[in-house]
């Protein structure tokens, strides 16, 4: 039988914030949405693919020598340049690059190799009661390797926690519920038509999805990020407690998770525009203000994941 | 939130603003008295010397300390010790370096200088150091000036050890002399064996007498200050302080506080003796119990006057320093003394051993806040998780310590080296980590020994790549090896070639300390010295060890990794070229630069491929010492893992090594990862370690891991915390150092020293003010990995 494969973004070992204990994340590559303020650019687009980190380049040139691509890679006054929309990803440039600068960003793998990664830290979960928390990207837009990596690991005894935007078709999400302990589930925008403008689609198959997987007995925590200037109006934070305390019975969790600074390298390596520009992270004061709302509604609110 | 009271407050205040000045009293005092008792046997003469300094030094005491005992002239002025070493005392150079390098700096008054000067002439040829390196033949000369091996106690009288404190509290120095008087006078002297001991036990009564009359002196001068003194309460503590001083340490303590006391007079009779380093307290929470224990229940001390006692205790600890010269103090940091302090951990039969003591003195760190004493909390199996969690409280606190230690592994690895269960249970690290008792005499550091250096050796036929001298075999040029399994065996044989050296080095050394620098004020307390007639020098202890230190394992490891890679494998470029651009110091070879530390497979991200070769080499390590004895008693060489900041003065007498790093730059610390290398998370660089054996490193292994302060926000991160220090015992680690700071706080005080002044950091074994530390140390520090920040 053939193993399941799919596009790993990266694996992070020695996670504290995302579920109990000391957690190995796994993110996989490919996201239906394209939030403004996304903190992993990089992890959206679903296939492997080639960044060019200038700052680490020292001209040696022995990428543009082996580029088979006219003008993907080339030399200007005694500079290296990387055009994106060229490249086809063949990864000869990051073969040969010394230092790193030519880095592949996402990587094809099975899934026993995953199960190599996440067994190895195997004595921190038993002692901790941790485990494995699959992320991304979107871990449902890969539902076969996450489900057959989840399955791996209930098999093997090992605690599972997904994180989801939820958008996904439900079948995909409830094919794998038997593997999952628990849930982060994303809520970004309760106004249809904001949410669509700031991350790309509607938030319609979004909070269905939330309906249906409260209902089915799952630990389930929602996260809100909270961008200043986006979705930080008192009236879409109430609207959003609402719904969880009225439409999601059995959540009693919710995660604000402020938004931090990542500056613009990251959007300009990835030859993007970064939509949100020089917005600074939320005030102390306000985040106590929105964690109050979500208190009003007997739910339990914590800052930060 | 624990807070200093005013005096505690006025004593550390005292100790953050002195400025560190030489002092030449004692050096004077030396002198005299070494030509005073010129006919002397070396053992009586020693004694003597003892005597002459206690009878007539400058004694002090603090404004307001609860504490005395003093080291030099006056607050944090470290004395002279001319008979180790006199080359800095009349090199204008090399003070004028000592005044104003980054690390340490220490004044050195222009009206004494004449006089020092004066001294180092009388010295000159007489000093430890003038005879140890008289007795090195050329081919060890050698490797010692190339950095095969480097430093181990030339300079210095041993230290590194725990006394039987609780023998002195019981006894006090009147029964110390009376048991000295026993054997005595049960002696045949007619047996020239036992002939042969009265020079110890005659050397014994004297520091005896000397120790009793030190104290006499200080209750006399309790007594005049408490004369003189206007207010009341003050009146009473220094009438108390002579009183107590009349008593103790010459007879058995009868009270917490005399306890207290009383070590830290016989202390720093030991520190005034020689200036060993890492004379340590041990396990002061078990020595002391039953005296607070009965002070408690009788109600004649409260615990909150336990409390400040211990934080006196805490400062005065600090008080205590040393004049390093240029090479030194490349392995002392930041005022190290290596006052090792521990609390917690096992009772000889096995029980969990923590008590409101244990407690105290995590509290009076907290209070404290200062560098001094070196404090370790013992953990095992047993421990109590509300014990762990105020461990890791101390430890948010960013101070560099306590250091944590694994009580099952370093139990067996004591047990492996012949001690009894009992006996291995009651260990204790001193200094940095090397773990004793009161009957273990262990001559560390033994050398440290230079992994990076084999390698240099194997690429350069057996020579030294800075200076052309050939510092081992000459073996085949690099063309001729055709695989990496030769390679290895060609590492081998140099390795194996260059612990012959070090052990015979090491002996040599050992040997001239029996006959210069006997000590004979720590060895009333070390047993079985009364009862052998000899000094701990001669092999008086009852186990007898010497502690070679393996120091760059991570720059090896990947430096070998990435030749077994790219040489061997890859064949992207030959040894030769390899060879080329290490010897060019990496000039026009900057792309392969890049290469070697582009090079992902490094020790410390848990390849099981590369940390295989980590343990291979550190089994080498261990086999080799074990294959050899030493000097005292036939004894054994106990292998340490860890280098303090040894790896940066080896470093500078290294050549550009295979992992990308550049010349004299500095090797990798203890079994910590290359700086920045381990990117694959705490967990990762923690199982690297676990994979050495470190239960064969009876001497102790070192892992220093940065953390960020939200890493020990609140009880549920702290749990974590405590899962994974718990998890990285049972894979086999020993020890675990943690740095609670961001590399902008460092980045900061890099900037503006005066800033902060009081920022505190672990090097290796210790923890030191930062700014005091020199500059590639504090860049080390801020390139290692700070895990949980992604």
Avoid at chain 1, 180 to 187: K, Q
Avoid at chain 2, 576 to 590: H, M
Avoid at chain 2, 725 to 730: G, I
Avoid at chain 2, 735 to 753: C, D, H, I, R, W
Wanted: proline share 4%; net charge negative; glycine share 8%.
């Amino acid at each position: 039988m053939n193993e399941e494969k799919g596009v790993v973004f990266k694996i992070q070992r020695y996670s504290l914030h995302d579920g109990p204990g000391i957690r190995t994340l796994i993110f996989l590559k490919g996201c239906p949405l394209r939030c403004w303020w996304c903190f992993n650019p990089e992890s959206q687009s679903p296939g492997p693919e080639i960044i060019f980190y200038r700052e680490k380049c020292i001209n040696c040139k022995q990428c543009v020598q082996v580029c088979p691509i006219p003008g993907c890679l080339k030399t200007e006054d005694g500079i290296n340049s990387f055009k994106r929309e060229l490249c086809n990803s063949c990864g000869k440039c990051v073969n040969v690059c010394p230092t790193g600068a030519m880095t592949s960003i996402g990587k094809l793998m099975e899934v026993s190799e995953v199960m190599k990664e996440i067994e190895k830290d195997r004595p921190f979960y038993d002692k901790s009661g941790g485990g494995v928390t699959v992320s991304g990207g979107e871990p449902f837009m890969q539902p076969e390797f996450t489900r057959a990596i989840l399955k791996k690991c209930k098999e093997e005894g090992i605690n599972t926690a997904v994180e989801t935007c939820g958008f996904t078709c439900w079948d995909n999400i409830e094919k794998s519920m038997e593997y999952i302990d628990m849930f982060f589930f994303d809520l970004k925008e309760m106004d249809a038509e904001k949410h669509r403008k700031m991350t790309g689609v509607s938030n319609k198959l979004i909070l269905e999805n939330a309906k249906k997987l409260a209902a089915g007995g799952k630990k389930m925590i929602i996260r809100m990020p909270i961008i200043p200037g986006c979705n930080d109006e008192l009236d879409d934070l109430k609207a959003a407690a609402r719904f969880i305390a009225e439409e999601l019975g059995a959540v009693k969790e919710v995660h604000l998770l402020p938004y931090e600074v990542i500056g613009v390298s990251k959007y300009e390596r990835m030859q993007r525009e970064y939509m949100i520009g020089d917005v600074k992270p939320p005030s102390q004061e306000a985040m106590e203000e929105f964690k109050g709302i979500f208190e009003g509604y007997n739910l339990r609110c914590q800052i930060g994941g | 939130m624990l807070t200093r009271s005013e005096r505690i407050e006025r004593l550390r205040k005292a100790i953050i603003e002195n400025e560190p000045v030489v002092s030449i009293e004692r050096a004077t005092l030396v002198t005299e008295a070494y030509q005073e008792f010129e006919a002397d046997p070396i053992l009586i003469k020693r004694a003597k010397v003892l005597d002459k300094l206690l009878r007539n030094m400058t004694i002090f005491i603090n404004d307001g300390d609860l504490l005395v005992g003093n080291q030099g002239e006056s607050l944090r002025c470290p004395p002279v010790y001319p008979e180790n070493l006199v080359g800095w005392m009349d090199d204008e150079e090399e003070m004028a370096r000592m005044e104003v390098r980054s690390v340490n700096p220490l004044k050195i008054p222009q009206q004494i200088r004449p006089q020092l000067k004066e001294l180092a002439q009388y010295w000159k040829g007489k000093t430890l150091v003038d005879k140890v390196y008289a007795v090195f033949p050329d081919d060890i000369l050698k490797a010692r000036k190339s950095s095969l091996f480097s430093v181990s106690l030339e300079k210095n009288a041993v230290g590194h050890c725990v006394l039987d404190y609780e023998k002195l509290l019981q006894k006090g120095y009147h029964g110390l002399k009376e048991e000295i008087q026993n054997k005595l006078d049960k002696m045949d002297l007619t047996d020239p064996k036992e002939l042969a001991k009265v020079e110890f036990l005659e050397a014994a009564r004297i520091v005896c007498d000397a120790g009793i009359a030190f104290a006499e002196r200080y209750a006399g001068l309790a007594l005049e200050l408490a004369e003189k003194e206007a207010d009341q309460e003050r009146k009473r503590e220094l009438e108390k302080i002579s009183a107590m001083c009349r008593k103790v340490p010459a007879n058995p303590a009868g009270s917490f506080y005399e306890a207290v006391q009383s070590v830290y007079l016989a202390h720093i009779i030991n520190v005034i003796e020689t200036n060993a380093y890492s004379m340590s307290f041990g396990r002061f929470d078990q020595y002391m119990y039953p005296y607070y224990k009965k002070d408690i229940e009788e109600g004649k001390i409260t615990v909150q006057e336990v409390q400040e006692i211990i934080n006196c205790f805490w400062c005065k600890t600090n008080e205590i320093m040393h004049v390093d010269d240029s090479e030194m103090v490349y392995f002392h940091g930041g005022h190290p003394f290596g006052q090792h302090l521990t609390v917690g951990g096992m009772t000889r039969d096995g029980r969990d051993a923590t008590n409101e003591l244990s407690y105290m003195c995590l509290d009076a760190h907290e209070i404290v806040e200062l560098y001094q004493p070196d404090f370790s909390v013992r953990l095992h199996k047993g421990s109590s998780y509300k014990f762990k969690e105020r461990t890791a409280e101390v430890i948010r606190l960013g101070l560099g310590l306590p250091q944590i230690f694994n009580d099952e592994i370093v139990i067996e690895s004591l047990m492996n080296d012949g001690l009894p269960l009992e006996e291995a249970r009651d260990y204790t690290p001193t200094g940095c980590v090397e773990y004793s008792t009161p009957q273990c005499w262990v001559r560390s550091p033994g050398g440290w020994f230079n992994v990076p250096k084999v390698i240099e050796a194997v690429l350069h036929q057996g020579k030294c790549a800075l200076t052309d001298r050939q510092i081992s075999l000459n073996t085949k040029p690099v063309e001729e090896i055709e695989s990496f399994e030769e390679f290895m065996e060609l590492f081998k044989k140099h390795f194996r070639h260059a612990v012959r050296l070090h052990v015979i080095w090491s002996n040599l050394i050992d040997n001239v300390h029996a006959k210069v620098m006997p000590q004979p004020s720590v060895s009333i307390l070390t047993d079985d010295c009364i009862k052998k007639g000899k000094d701990v020098s001669q092999g008086g202890a009852r186990y007898n060890f010497t502690s070679p230190l393996m120091v760059g394992i991570a720059t090896a490891v990947d430096s070998l990794s990435i030749i077994k890679k790219k040489v061997f494998e890859e064949r992207t470029f030959s040894l030769r070229e390899l060879v080329e651009a290490l010897d060019s110091n990496f000039k026009g070879a900057e792309v392969l630069r890049a290469r070697l530390l582009n090079y992902p497979y490094r020790y410390g991200n848990d390849y099981d491929e590369v940390d295989d070769m980590a343990r291979e080499i550190s089994v080498l390590f261990c086999d080799e010492f074990a294959k050899y004895r030493i000097s005292r008693e036939n004894g054994k060489f106990r292998a340490g893992f860890w280098s303090v900041t040894a790896n940066f003065n080896l470093g500078l007498g290294t050549a550009a090594s295979a992992d990308g790093r550049k010349a004299k730059e500095e090797l990798s610390d203890s079994i910590t990862p290359n700086s920045g290398k381990d990117v694959n998370g705490l967990t990762a660089s923690l199982k690297s370690a676990a994979k050495l054996d470190q239960r064969r490193a009876s001497c102790g292994t070192v892992l220093n891991r940065h953390i960020t302060p939200t890493e020990l926000q609140g009880a549920d991160k702290i749990r974590r915390f405590v899962d994974m220090v718990d998890t990285y015992f049972e894979l086999g680690g020993t020890n675990l150092g943690f740095n609670v700071v961001s590399a902008e706080t460092l980045k900061k005080a890099q900037q503006n020293p005066e800033d902060y002044s009081g920022l505190m950091v672990k090097v290796a074994g210790y923890a030191a003010f930062f700014v005091e530390l020199g500059k590639p140390c504090q860049d080390a520090l801020i390139a290692r990995t700070e895990h949980g920040l992604s």
